[in-house]
């Protein structure tokens, strides 16, 4: 019989609970203690630990967190399923069917066949998110999990370990961040950087020491001079201060290219008080008495992080002539920002599953809505990623709805956060006021305003234009049911004509014989197969030969009527069904970012996005600005666009035939020449030249600027 040395004790367990917890059925915890001992048996983990120690880890890192009962006993619970015989039904039975989700949530889809590492990684990511989306406590457990799991790292193999770090550092502890916890996310952070980067972590840990021997007194110096501050103005408060964490720290070294001991913002000291009005007054304080770095200060009370995070940010340069980080925040900010939604989730008191914000995990829901439109789970993850890691822009509506949206966002995908309608339908974006392409980055403080027009649709150019999973997800959705229809109609299109050339009527219960002889559902699965070039007309004929009992000639039909690649696309992407009036301003050539004002009674013009003429003619009575985009087809027809240059030179013999013969030598063609004013021995030749695209004119001006004789080459643009 084998006898285990456990270091955590049911005890220990009801305990820890009770302190934070009144209401605790201590026969329930011991159940669920003995539940996991018995099926985990005698089960190791890869250090020699009996596996039961795993469990027994994550609810004590739960119980710090003050996680509910049914928190905890699903904690202890969350290999079960996975690792051992335990069923659901039997989770349900023992505890409640609250537990058994919470730990169906957490299992991994252990039983996932597949050859890629990344899909199975991703499937688990799915369900997670899926089991999250309905009980926040599902990713709150699986960040427990993770992290003991980081914590007993060093005894699995090298490359499983620089595996699991890598992906700790990707996803969990972004996710932990998100949610608040922001704890668990410097210690994974740390964890993992060590694994991947040791060397690094090491000095960044040996320099961070020894700052700290010498620095220990001037901390304490620093923050008892902020709280004789705090004490003059009559505000009670708690200060601590601490150095960064290694990762932080290599994370401010590697964003701003400089060395540690340029670093200088490593101490950062926390104030807090007990209420919001004592925030800004104790930073009023100490924005009258230190210089104050510009740019650092950030108001998060005023405006929250999407995980309900509030406290006041600011760098000075302190006491001891120090630059310091100050964070200033009330008792249940602190809360907050230390326990994430363990902090401000009512399940002590009500049993709710529910933060207290519907909106605090919208992220999520996000999330989950588009895992139920999108087939690519590697393009998935990626995209996951991109949303989980994001800063964080604030913009507002019309009617003053504050909207948050991952930074580098554009206002089309604004325009997809408040609803999918109103993105697939954008037809104008207005930021402050003024008229903007749909393209234009949002920053933190905009108004943002969309005109939806229902006979705007997405077009393939808006999927550059965005970067939230959302937008994208829902422009492609949008764009692959438009293009299946459009395949659709072709292949309908060719049957119908290839039947007229029998000279024969084929009746709609004859169309139904042939789907269903062909093993197609419906017709339109048949015509789609049609007009992407699956089934041939020849095929079809065959079948209807069969049926009918006759003997068509099957050589009548020698080649589809048409297909979809010998649709002539037009050379822009985003062309409304409007006549083209030519502009004076500027000439658009290929490769030029380009977008279309629509006038009513008039047309649409075309115009550079930097055309100086463009804010005014966007402001006229009844005008919309397009997004444009020109083709891939218009770079390859290899026709000549014209455009007007601007060369300031010197007059010496011989330069215009010079610059002429530069010109023709890198493929241009001098339409029109035009000679200005002389000046001083200096003048202005206006040039009109035909290029292909922007690549063209580019190698043009740069051989034109390394004329010794030519000072200056302006293309026209106004």
């Avoid at 039909?557 to 690649?565: F, N, R």
Wanted: overall charge neutral.
């Amino acid at each position: 019989m084998i006898v285990w040395l456990i270091l955590i004790t049911q005890q220990d367990l009801i305990s820890g609970i009770r302190e934070y917890c009144t209401d605790v059925d201590d026969e329930l915890i011991k159940r669920a203690y003995l539940f996991t001992l018995e099926k985990h048996g005698t089960q190791l983990r890869e250090s020699g630990d009996p596996f039961f120690s795993h469990p027994v880890e994550v609810a004590e890192i739960l119980i710090s967190l003050k996680m509910d009962q049914d928190t905890v006993i699903a904690g202890i619970l969350h290999d079960t399923i996975e690792d051992t015989d335990a069923t659901y039904e039997e989770i349900a039975e023992c505890f409640s069917e609250k537990v058994a989700k919470i730990v169906d949530g957490v299992t991994k889809l252990s039983k996932f066949e597949s050859s890629s590492l990344a899909e199975r990684q991703t499937e688990n990511f799915r369900k997670l998110l899926m089991s999250a989306a309905s009980d926040i406590r599902v990713l709150i457990i699986k960040l427990a999990d993770r992290l003991h799991n980081m914590r007993t790292l060093k005894f699995k193999k090298k490359l499983r370990r620089l595996y699991i770090a890598k992906e700790t550092l990707e996803i969990y502890a972004p996710l932990a961040e998100r949610i608040g916890m922001v704890g668990i996310k410097d210690e994974l952070q740390d964890i993992a950087f060590a694994e991947l980067h040791p060397e690094i972590y090491k000095s960044i840990k040996s320099r961070l020491k020894h700052l700290y021997d010498v620095s220990e007194n001037m901390i304490s110096s620093i923050t008892e001079e902020i709280r004789w501050l705090a004490m003059n103005i009559g505000i009670p408060c708690i200060i601590t201060g601490r150095l960064k964490t290694p990762y932080s720290i290599w994370e401010k070294i590697k964003v701003r290219n400089i060395s540690f001991e340029q670093l200088a913002d490593i101490m950062a000291f926390r104030i807090i008080v007990d209420s919001i009005a004592q925030c800004y007054q104790i930073l009023g304080c100490i924005h009258r008495n230190y210089l104050v770095i510009p740019g650092r200060f950030r108001d998060y009370i005023s405006t929250p992080k999407n995980n309900s995070y509030q406290s006041l940010h600011t760098s000075v340069i302190g006491p001891l002539n120090k630059r310091v980080e100050i964070q200033i925040r009330t008792r249940e900010m602190h809360q907050i920002a230390e326990l994430g939604v363990a902090a401000h989730c009512d399940y002590k008191t009500s049993g709710s599953q529910k933060p207290k914000n519907p909106n605090d995990y919208r992220w999520i829901r996000n999330l989950v809505s588009i895992l139920e439109n999108t087939s690519n789970i590697e393009e998935f993850l990626a995209n996951s990623k991109t949303e989980i890691l994001s800063d964080t822009v604030f913009c507002i509506t019309p009617k003053g709805t504050i909207m948050s949206l991952p930074r580098g966002s554009s206002a089309l995908d604004f325009a997809y956060a408040i609803h999918s309608d109103v993105g697939n339908h954008a037809s104008v974006a207005k930021i402050n006021g003024s008229p903007v392409p749909l393209r234009t980055i949002v920053e933190n403080g905009d108004q943002v305003e969309i005109v939806v027009d229902p006979k705007q649709v997405p077009s393939q150019v808006w999927e550059g234009y965005v970067t939230t999973i959302k937008a994208k997800t829902t422009i492609k959705k949008f764009l692959n049911a438009f293009e299946k229809e459009r395949i659709t109609m072709i292949g309908k299109s060719n049957f119908y004509d290839c039947i007229e050339l029998y000279n024969i009527d084929v009746t709609d219960d004859e169309v139904k014989g042939l789907c269903k002889s062909l093993k197609f559902e419906s017709p339109p699965q048949m015509f789609y197969a049609i007009g992407s070039a699956q089934l041939t007309m020849r095929e079809i004929i065959a079948v209807y030969n069969e049926m009918k009992g006759m003997n068509l000639d099957l050589h009548v039909v020698k080649k589809q009527v048409s297909s979809t690649s010998s649709e002539d696309k037009p050379p822009i992407f985003g062309l409304p069904d409007l006549p083209i009036v030519p502009v004076t301003c500027c000439s658009p050539i290929p490769g030029d970012k380009i977008v279309g004002v629509a006038i009513d009674g008039i047309g649409l013009e075309i115009h550079i996005e930097k055309c100086q003429t463009l804010p005014e003619r966007g402001h006229e009575p009844n005008a919309k600005v397009l997004d444009l985009a020109w083709s891939k087809k218009v770079f390859e027809a290899g026709k000549k666009y014209p455009v007007r240059l601007y060369i300031t030179s010197t007059y010496e013999p011989g330069n215009l035939s010079e610059i002429a013969t530069v010109i023709e030598g890198k493929g241009g063609n001098i339409v029109n020449l035009k000679i200005g004013e002389r000046c001083d021995n200096v003048f202005q030749i206006q040039v009109e030249v035909e290029v292909t695209d922007i690549a063209q004119l580019i190698m043009i001006n740069a051989t034109l600027r390394s004329v010794p004789f030519v000072s200056k080459v302006d293309r026209l643009c106004s």
